[in-house]
T-cell receptor
């Protein structure tokens, strides 16, 4: 299996632009997580899905952030409009079962200038 | 609220030494899982070791072992015979057995293995 695949690996955008991050989880995994990593705040859980349904989005910082999972093999995290303080590494992870560990993608480094 | 605390932001040890990373957590759950993840400079998050709360025996994975103290809500990671390749950020994580909840991470400990 190729593991969790995220795209793009790096994204540089101007403030005010829309940014879409993409994730393909491992086939057969039921849960999908979006995390944001910064030096100041560490790894923050933004949202997670179980069987394509959003379960907890309390970590989504503002209405500018939205996430979708239209099917079991694809999820997106959108920021509109983007701001410099959104600059971070965004990780997608998937998990097969209750209590199983999360398998992480390689992350997307987002820089908003 | 469930929390994970790593009290050591950064540590350095000499190669071949043994090092212990601390982690405490807070939960009212009785059944849960604990993990240690490693994040080397490549940024990839790698699972190091996993512990089920219902198991009294401490998990071991080659040079990595844990000291799980359920009553104290403590879950430390011991790295024996440390190697240069162990240099990384280490995250402690918690998840309840009920999957309708999240995997919660501590803020991490940056470990430097010195030659």
């Amino acid at each position: 299996d190729a593991g969790v695949i995220q795209s793009p690996r790096h994204e540089v955008t101007e403030m005010g632009q829309e940014v879409t991050l993409r994730c393909k989880p491992i086939s057969g995994h039921n849960s999908l997580f979006w995390y944001r990593q910064t030096m100041m705040r560490g790894l923050e859980l933004l949202i997670y899905f179980n069987n394509n349904v959003p379960i907890d989005d309390s970590g989504m910082p503002e209405d500018r952030f939205s996430a979708k999972m239209p099917n079991a093999s694809f999820s997106t995290l959108k920021i509109q409009p983007s701001e410099p303080r959104d600059s971070a590494v965004y990780f997608c992870a998937s998990s097969p079962d209750q209590g199983a560990e999360a398998f992480f993608g390689q992350g997307t480094r987002l820089t908003v200038v | 609220a469930q929390t994970v605390t790593q009290s050591q932001p950064e540590m350095s040890v000499q190669e071949a030494e043994t090092v212990t990373l601390s982690c405490t957590y807070d939960t009212s759950e009785n059944n849960y899982y604990l993990f240690w993840y490693k994040q080397p400079p490549s940024r990839q998050m790698i699972l190091v070791i996993r512990q089920e709360a219902y198991k009294q025996q401490n998990a071991t994975e080659n040079r990595f072992s844990v000291n799980f103290q359920k009553a104290a809500k403590s879950f430390s990671l011991k790295i024996s015979d440390s190697q240069l390749g162990d240099t990384a950020m280490y995250f402690c994580a918690f998840t309840p057995m009920n999957r309708d909840d999240k995997i919660i991470f501590g803020k991490g400990t940056r470990l430097h293995i010195l030659p």
